[in-house]
C-alpha cells in the first residue's frame, strides 16, 4: 500500500536514492545520457519548465542548453537532492504531480535501473497497475499510429489496446504485430525502450514507438 503518497512520489524517492547510489557517470536507457543528465533533465523539467521546452521547440533550444550546463556543473548529490525534494511550495506542479509525473518517474526509473541493458520487471499493487494501464491506454494508440500494421497490446489481467488499426482487426485478426506482457513492460516498450520482458507475435520492426 502507498498509504499517503502516490505512486509517483514513491518513484520520485526510489528513482532518487538509485541516481545517489550509483553516482553521476552511471549508464541510462536514454542513448547518450548518463545519471548525470538524467538528473539534470529531472530537476529542469520541474524548476526551469521553460528551458525544458527546448527539447520540443527548436527556439528555445539555446536556452535548454544553457540550463542544462548550468545545472550539470552543480555538485551532483545537491542536484539529485534538490529534485527529490519536489517541486517548490508555490509550484503548480506540486498539484498536478501524478498527472504529470507518474508515467515519467516510473520510466526514468525504469532508464537508471536497466542500463546496463537488462530487464528488471518489478512486480506491483493493482492499483498501480491500474494506474500504468490507464496511461497505456491514451498513450499507446498517439505513440504507434504511425507503425506499418496493426499493433495489439495484451496487458495482463487488462483489455486489449489496439492501435494504429485503419480497417478493424478482429480478435483473431492476421497481419497485425501482438505485443504481450505487465502493463508496465507494456508502458516501457511503447516508450521505445527495449530492455523489456515482452512476448511478440508479428514482426516487432514494424511498430514505430516514441522516442521520450
Not at 72 to 83: F, K, N
Not at 195 to 211: I, K, M, Q, W, Y
Request: with cysteine.
Amino acid at each position: 500500500m502507498l498509504g499517503c503518497m502516490s505512486f509517483s512520489s514513491v518513484e520520485r524517492a526510489r528513482l532518487a536514492d538509485l541516481l545517489i547510489e550509483l553516482g553521476p557517470d552511471a549508464p541510462t536507457l536514454c542513448e547518450g545520457w548518463d545519471t548525470r543528465d538524467m538528473a539534470v533533465h529531472l530537476y529542469l523539467r520541474e524548476n526551469r519548465p521553460l528551458a525544458a521546452v527546448g527539447m520540443f521547440v527548436p527556439g528555445l533550444s539555446g536556452l535548454l542548453a544553457k540550463a542544462s550546463a548550468r545545472a550539470g556543473e552543480r555538485d551532483y548529490a545537491e542536484l539529485v537532492r534538490d529534485w527529490a525534494a519536489g517541486p517548490g511550495r508555490l509550484s503548480p506542479v506540486r498539484y498536478i504531480d501524478r498527472f504529470m509525473n507518474t508515467a515519467e518517474h516510473f520510466i526514468h526509473h525504469e532508464d537508471v535501473r536497466r542500463g546496463d541493458g537488462v530487464a528488471r520487471p518489478r512486480d506491483f499493487s493493482a492499483v498501480v497497475q491500474k494506474q500504468l494501464n490507464q496511461i497505456l491506454s491514451s498513450s499507446a494508440p498517439r505513440f504507434l499510429r504511425n507503425s506499418a500494421t496493426p499493433v495489439i497490446l495484451h496487458p495482463t489481467g487488462f483489455p486489449r489496446i489496439v492501435a494504429a488499426d485503419q480497417r478493424g482487426v478482429s480478435v483473431d485478426g492476421e497481419n497485425v504485430l501482438r505485443v504481450s506482457g505487465n502493463v508496465g513492460e507494456l508502458l516501457l516498450w511503447v516508450f521505445g525502450r527495449d530492455a523489456v520482458e515482452l512476448t511478440f507475435e508479428g514482426n516487432p520492426e514494424d511498430a514505430h514507438r516514441s522516442s521520450l
